[in-house]
């Protein structure tokens, strides 16, 4: 199993980002997939989840409205599109196989479950 995100970057607030997580070495349409971050000096934190098929997406509170989380069975890659980006987004962002339903659930499953490396989303 491998999981590989990219697409994080330097932003002024108000931009836009799409994060990209391709996926291999397992049937990716079979599975739930989340996104969770970190920022600098603070714990874990989940930001959204998406079931296979694209079904039930669900967004963290501070990401509402402003992130879509989205998925590609074709091409094996989860996605999220970050929007009105606020400084507090700032963060190493990573994507899980795995369908967490809180920021507790996400620092469990961290040594548990299958995440990638991160990308650093920097909103300055």
């Known amino acids: 199993v491998q999981l590989v995100e990219s697409g994080g970057g330097l932003v002024q607030p108000g931009g836009s980002l799409r994060l990209s997580c391709a996926a291999s070495g397992f049937t990716f349409s079979s599975y739930a997939m989340s996104w969770q971050r970190q920022a600098p000096g603070k714990e874990l934190e989940w930001v959204s989840r998406i079931k296979s098929g694209g079904v039930s997406p669900a967004y963290a509170d501070p990401v509402k409205g402003r992130f879509t989380i989205s998925r590609d069975d074709v091409k094996n890659t989860l996605y999220l599109q970050l929007n009105s980006l606020k400084t507090e987004d700032t963060a190493m962002y990573y994507c899980?196989?795995?369908?967490?339903?809180?920021?507790?659930?996400?620092?469990?499953?961290?040594?548990?479950?299958?995440w990638g490396q991160g990308t650093q989303v920097t909103v300055s």
């Open positions: 899980a196989r795995a369908w967490y339903m809180s920021d507790s659930h996400v620092r469990s499953g961290q040594q548990r479950d299958y």
